[in-house]
């Protein structure tokens, strides 16, 4: 049994007015009704897709993953358990999110994954980017994906292959000495991926991936223009494929804008990469 994708993410900051400016200017998400102290943004027909709380953490503060249905949500809960993950019923919690059903498990570092269905969906209103992207690229395959530090990569891969259903993808070797796992649920190449490293922060970054190469551009230009850095030139990725740029958020960890990754099918063969890019991907200093 497996998780469908990834619904929604929450982060905790208390830089409210540079993720409200970097979220909509930047990213060009589109910014919701929220409850008191969080923002929330919209990528598509789904209600929200990113909020934002105000606190201290300036990091990751819990994963929503869709599990389709209340049969596949059960099942999770009862595959976890057998692993010595309890996830336990949160119906306020599900009320505030604006889901039919959720479960809330804590992951092997602390970050809580909330497991749900129903998610509120309102295309009666259309969406539209306040920067001008075309479009982002979600449906079957979730709002995009999330790298995640771990301080023991072996539980967390448990976590997340035989807890959550997610399949490896690929591994690339960083440095000759730092192992990154790659892993998918659905047909986008990783919904999650796996860096060993015992840091303080639960997030190295999150990715969205807008429709069109230049939705990447015009990102990549509106960055420079808007004072958010560029952490890493435009690029392409080893495994993924993915065309993209890298921006630091206002909570210092990296958000990746992407576009053109290959997918996932039924003849992937497991792979492995030496290096994270075919070109580009350049770290840039931050008086450029
Ligand atoms: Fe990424």
């Known amino acids: 049994m497996k998780v469908k994708s990834l619904g929604y993410i929450g982060i905790e900051s208390n830089k409210m007015d540079e993720w409200q400016s970097y979220c909509t200017n930047v990213l060009g998400l589109m910014e919701m009704e929220a409850p008191d102290n969080?923002?929330?943004?919209?990528?598509?027909?789904?209600?929200?897709r990113?909020?934002?709380?105000?606190?201290d953490k300036e990091d990751l503060i819990y994963a929503g993953f869709d599990t389709r249905d209340s049969d596949r949500l059960?099942?999770?809960?009862?595959?976890?358990?057998?692993?010595g993950f309890?996830?336990?019923?949160?119906?306020?919690?599900?009320?505030?999110?604006?889901v039919s059903c959720l479960y809330k498990v804590a992951d092997p570092d602390g970050l809580q994954v909330e497991l749900f269905y129903g998610a509120t969906e309102i295309a009666e209103i259309p969406f539209i980017s306040p920067a001008g992207?075309?479009?982002?690229?979600?449906?079957?395959?979730?709002l995009g994906h999330i790298v995640l530090y771990t301080g023991d990569i072996e539980e967390k891969r448990r976590f997340y292959m035989q807890g959550l259903g997610f399949k490896l993808s690929d591994t690339i070797l960083m440095g000759g000495e730092v192992m990154l796992t790659f892993l998918h649920c659905n047909p986008r190449h990783h919904t999650v991926a796996l860096v060993p490293a015992p840091v303080p922060k639960r997030m190295n970054h999150f990715m969205v991936q807008a429709n069109t190469l230049d939705d990447v551009g015009h990102a990549n230009?509106?960055?420079?223009?808007?004072g958010a850095p560029i952490t890493v030139s435009l690029g392409c990725h080893t495994n993924d494929r993915m065309v993209?740029?890298?921006?630091?958020s206002p909570s210092d960890f990296e958000v990746e804008f992407g576009f053109g990754a290959r997918v996932v099918d039924d003849k992937w063969s497991v792979g492995h990469h030496t290096g994270p890019s075919i070109w580009g991907h350049k770290a840039v200093t931050q008086d450029q």
């Open 38 to 48: 969080e923002l929330r943004f919209r990528m598509d027909d789904l209600h929200w």
């Open 50 to 55: 990113i909020a934002v709380s105000r606190g």
């Open 74 to 83: 059960n099942a999770l809960v009862e595959q976890l358990a057998t692993l």
């Open 86 to 98: 309890k996830a336990s019923e949160d119906a306020a919690l599900a009320t505030s999110r604006g």
């Open 133 to 142: 992207v075309s479009g982002f690229l979600t449906g079957d395959q979730g």
């Open 221 to 226: 230009d509106r960055a420079q223009r808007l």
């Open 244 to 248: 993209s740029f890298y921006s630091r």
